[in-house]
């Protein structure tokens, strides 16, 4: 680690500091920071304060003496994406392996501030490092790296491999020996696995690996212009869900601790959005597919400037998505906003989304009971994530056949939360001036007076089970009975009996 100064006393004055990981050559910490150096440069261009990781060195700068000061503002976690398969046994051990490096870098002075483990786990290998930046105290190491660990175990508890990115620490762990030059990649093949061929492995291994590293070439970049008073924090946020201060508007997109993906690239993804890449178009504007520099296909939806969702809309999209993690909750993996484009880049769903299987007479055969019933549990088990088991309590509000997309195996995912709103743990509703969502997907009392609370999407996913049940949608069914609504059909019938 290497820290200077340079300026005047002044407010001129800018104060630096970088951080190789111990396990990496001379050489390659210094190409390393030369990379570091060009996107700090590139992604915070007028930001008084920044700091950048790269894969094995950080970077950081700013107008305020931070050397020797504890700082755990914005610690951003990032995973492998494979799961562990007994993942309460597996936290238990990295959690211990963890907190004992921790203690070892903190307070043996000859570990200086850094520490490698590796462990056992059933027919597997553990491998731990932890490392602080060499101006801390032992106690604000062992406080920093404490906090770390908390961060990435909470997101990240049934994840094979995590890593925590800190202002004054770092955090990692997989299950290859990464600190001895091993990377994923070149774990052996087991021959018992005849889950495809060698070749087609390792493809997947490597998407894997290079996504991972996109983020963190261009995601982690941490931006912040100063505001006094102003921090905000999205956890305990109200029914409003964001404040004035927290849109993107006025500041830079790169400032969040997000996977931010350039216009550039997207232009690349999508062929410049070409029509043939388009596929559809909502309220808020077109869809395309993409194939990013990695090989991962994605959908990219565009907002319109015209749409009706703006910069509000958009960041809430963002900031709570990010957050959520659940198999029946559609995944964002990036987003951009760049003069008047906002793009958000989600995973593909290649069979599109219900409501062009549920409404199509000759798709819907495709839908037999069974698959019917899989959909219906799953869009259950996500609104029951979103109401009761996530870290945040969030109302959809604009639950449909259009916002379930379907995967592969025609597994429902919750998609579009633009207009979704974050509920306090004591709150039980919530009121609005402006009606947002779909009529006929809306509960009586939030369509007339805006009152909404968890009961509003239990209501919108009634009208979808019905919807799924029937094949029929809900508005337009006064064509086929002459009746408003399909509720209004099932009511009637439900009552005459």
Same mark, same amino acid.
């Given at each position: ?16 500091? $970088?951080?190789c990981?111990?396990?990496? +050559?001379?050489?390659?910490?210094? =190409? #390393?920071?030369?990379?570091? /150096?060009? *996107? &700090? @440069? ?10 950048v ?48 490096l921790a ?23 553990? $491998? ?5 930046? +060499?101006?801390?105290?032992?106690? =604000? #190491?062992?406080?920093?790296? /404490?906090? *770390? &660990? @908390? ?80 921090r ?18 006025g ?80 995944r ?51 609104i ?15 639950l ?59 209501y ?38």
């Open positions: 680690m290497y820290n200077t100064s340079t300026g005047n006393d002044t407010a001129d004055r800018v104060y630096g500091l $970088y951080m990981l111990n396990y990496v +050559t001379n050489e390659t910490c210094h =190409d #390393c920071i030369n990379t570091a /150096q060009s *996107a &700090i @440069v590139t992604l915070c261009p007028s930001s008084k304060e920044a700091v990781w790269e894969e094995m060195c950080q970077l950081r700068y700013s107008d305020a003496n931070f050397f020797g000061k504890l700082n755990v503002a914005d610690n951003i976690p990032l995973a492998n994406k494979k799961n562990i398969s007994d993942p309460e046994k597996f936290e238990s051990l990295v959690n211990e392996t963890l907190r004992g203690k070892q870098a903190a307070y043996n002075l000859s570990a200086k501030m850094y520490a490698t483990r590796d462990v056992p786990f059933e027919d597997k290998v553990v $491998y731990a490092l932890v490392q602080c930046t +060499t101006d801390l105290s032992g106690d =604000d #190491c062992g406080q920093c790296l /404490q906090k *770390a &660990i @908390v961060d990435v175990l909470r997101e990240f508890y049934f994840s094979i491999g995590a890593r925590l990115l800190s202002r004054s620490c770092y955090v990692r762990y997989e299950l290859y020996a990464f600190y001895d030059g091993a990377t994923e990649a070149s774990i052996p093949r087991d021959p018992n696995n005849n889950n495809g061929d060698g070749r087609g492995r390792k493809i997947w291994v490597i998407t894997i690996v290079s996504a991972c590293l996109a983020i963190l070439l261009l995601g982690s970049c941490v931006c912040i212009t100063k505001r006094r008073n102003q905000g924090n999205s956890e305990n946020l109200g029914p409003n869900a964001l404040l004035p201060d927290q849109s993107f508007k500041r830079n997109p790169k400032a969040q601790e997000y996977p931010y993906i350039s216009l550039a690239s997207i232009h690349v993804a999508t062929d410049k959005f070409s029509d043939s890449n388009k596929l559809g178009e909502g309220g808020f504007g077109p869809v395309y597919k993409g194939i990013l520099s990695d090989g991962k296909e994605v959908a990219i939806k565009r907002l319109s400037s015209c749409s009706e969702q703006g910069a509000e809309e958009f960041t809430n999209e963002v900031l709570l998505i990010l957050k959520l993690q659940h198999k029946n909750l559609v964002l993996l990036g987003f951009c906003v760049d003069g008047e484009e906002k793009l958000l880049v989600y995973e593909y769903m290649p069979n599109s989304s219900l409501d062009v299987f549920l409404f199509d007479s000759k798709k819907r055969a495709q839908l037999d009971w069974s698959r019917r019933i899989n959909i219906i549990s799953g869009i259950a088990r996500g029951l994530y979103l109401h009761e088991d996530s870290r945040l309590r969030i109302i959809h509000r604009d449909k056949a259009s916002n379930v997309l379907l995967d592969n195996d025609m597994n429902p995912k919750i998609s579009d939360f633009g207009m979704a709103r974050i509920f306090s743990g004591s709150e039980g509703q919530a009121n609005t001036a402006i009606i947002v969502g779909t009529y006929g997907y809306m509960a009586p009392e939030y369509a007339m007076e805006g009152i909404y609370s968890v009961k509003s999407d239990v919108g996913f009634g009208v979808l089970l019905l919807e799924i049940i029937t094949g029929r949608r809900n508005a337009g069914f006064h064509r086929i009975k002459r009746i408003p609504s399909l509720v209004a059909y099932v009511s009637l019938c439900t009552f005459s009996k």
